[in-house]
């Protein structure tokens, strides 16, 4: 009589884009696992979003919604992308607020803009793996996630389309200056975002171009981590799901110590962990384990340019809204053609910058104000190439707290103008005028990996990712480079690699 084989135990210390991958790996390798899942998950508190169309509804929620965001935040112009009000917390560098660290599960996918664009070829160069050894796994994760697109100016250098939905509905203005950039050989390319949307219309969660993707969206059209977890714990892929804080990792042992309320237990040993914490949580987490006193990260310098649509045709975005993130990208290479050295995303003027300076009792008469303005005005957001990222040094004190120091990139400054004079050469001719003047940025752009001592090439990780026999670093913090290109895809492709690997 054949022995039935015990499922594999496992422990996966976060619910973001990398735990997701983590499972998603797990699941398609058709092996037999018991699947725990830790990750500390602040709850939601307060009023929450009227159901129905906001274009429907009253000011008072809405206000309510704003002042939430400002609380939770404090005083900032606009206010920050939130979910329902509720801001992530932040890690002070230098004595600021800077570094986003989501104390939500599902993590920084609940307040990201969705963006999903494979690395080309070159950032691979200081990688374990390259970027053909990553293609399936990135169809594999387009298929369970849904990314809105098509085929346009950017397909030629993606290698592999991705999109497997409808393209969102592109701003008039951003359209046209899209349009403008591809017109001729230019040498920069321009596309529409692809984005984690869901855009077919028959769908029940579909996007309704609302415009309010800033306050958190009622209908739960962009794809975010928390809901696919809630649903595999109800369908049993999960056998536990818990808040607690994992605070600490023992590699040989294979346990976890885990903080819940003013309890802390250890539990395992389990035949695999995977940690999928977020970098800067990963990191921390690493550090205590391995009596790491610092550790180093860094994060994609990011540059903010205005760009005004100067034509005379009276133009006036749908009153109705729209959709609130970005709509178009383009790829802006490096002066010797060696990679990227910028991606540009494009953003239109929002109902939210408005809201957010003003009450709202005036809300009427400020969007009569800003909507010409919404019509014409089109913000580039360039996140530059690994050499021009900041770097922070994180430091754990004798009490266990963390600090962080950050230098920026000599070549920062090089880069950010560099990427604003290519998108000028490329609009020369066209009715759009690049504001380079008042360009602005330098700071943090939420896409943090490079963290020291886990970087590819110091001898710690491999093609793996193994920090131990059985105990893998399945997110950005083992990467050798932040590139200029959005990171979540890959880093939920590579997670789902690490783990069909491992098994």
């Not at 987490?285 to 994060?299: K, N, P, Y």
């Amino acid at each position: 009589m054949a022995r039935t084989r015990a499922a594999l135990k496992i422990a996966l210390v976060g619910s973001g884009a990398a735990g997701a991958g983590v499972m998603a790996g797990l699941g398609a390798s058709g092996a037999a696992v018991n699947i725990d899942v830790f990750d500390k998950a602040r709850p939601h508190t307060g009023e929450t979003v009227p159901e129905g169309d906001p274009r429907l509804w009253q000011s008072g929620a809405m206000a309510r919604v704003y002042r939430r965001t400002a609380r939770e935040n404090g005083f900032s112009l606009p206010l920050p992308k939130s979910h329902y009000g509720f801001v992530p917390e932040r890690l002070p560098v230098d004595g600021r607020p800077r570094v986003w660290q989501s104390q939500f599960r599902g993590g920084l996918t609940n307040f990201w803009g969705g963006t999903m664009m494979p690395l080309p070829d070159s950032d691979f160069a200081r990688w374990p793996v390259s970027r053909a050894d990553l293609d399936p796994y990135y169809a594999q994760i387009a298929a369970l996630v849904g990314i809105s697109g098509e085929a346009d100016g950017l397909t030629p250098l993606l290698g592999t389309e991705p999109s497997n939905r409808p393209p969102l509905q592109l701003h008039p203005a951003i359209a046209r200056l899209i349009a403008a950039i591809n017109s001729g050989d230019k040498g920069l390319r321009a596309g529409v975002n692809r984005i984690a949307l869901e855009t077919r219309a028959h769908a029940p969660n579909a996007c309704v171009w609302c415009g309010e993707c800033l306050v958190g969206c009622f209908r739960g059209a962009p794809f975010t981590t928390a809901s696919l977890f809630a649903r595999w714990h109800a369908e049993g892929r999960v056998a536990r799901l818990s808040d607690g804080e994992v605070t600490g990792i023992d590699l040989k042992a294979r346990t976890l110590t885990v903080r819940d309320g003013e309890a802390e237990d250890t539990h395992g040993p389990y035949d695999r962990i995977f940690i999928a914490a977020g970098c800067l949580g990963s990191t921390r987490l690493l550090m205590d384990s391995m009596g790491l006193d610092a550790a180093e990260m860094a994060d994609s310098r990011v540059v903010n340019t205005p760009i005004v649509d100067t034509s005379w045709r009276g133009v006036t975005p749908d009153r109705k809204g729209g959709f609130g993130l970005t709509h178009g990208l383009v790829l802006i290479p490096e002066a010797d053609g060696s990679g990227i050295a910028a991606q540009t995303q494009l953003y239109p003027t929002l109902p939210h910058f408005w809201r957010s300076a003003s009450p709202a009792a005036l809300w009427g008469l400020a969007g009569l104000a800003g909507r010409p303005l919404a019509a014409r005005l089109v913000w580039a957001r360039s996140y530059l190439a690994a050499r021009g990222a900041n770097r922070y040094h994180l430091r754990r004190g004798a009490d266990g707290t963390l600090s962080a120091h950050m230098e920026a990139s000599d070549e920062g400054r090089a880069l950010a103008a560099h990427a604003n004079r290519a998108l000028a050469r490329a609009l020369e001719g066209s009715a759009f005028q690049v504001l380079g003047f008042a360009a602005s940025g330098g700071g943090s752009s939420s896409h943090y990996g490079a963290a020291r001592p886990f970087r590819v090439g110091d001898g710690i990780v491999g093609v793996d990712f193994a920090l131990a026999e059985g105990v893998y670093l399945a997110d950005s913090a083992a990467w050798p480079d932040v590139p200029a290109m959005s990171p979540t895809f890959t880093i939920m492709a590579n997670a789902m690699r690490i783990a069909q690997t491992a098994l």
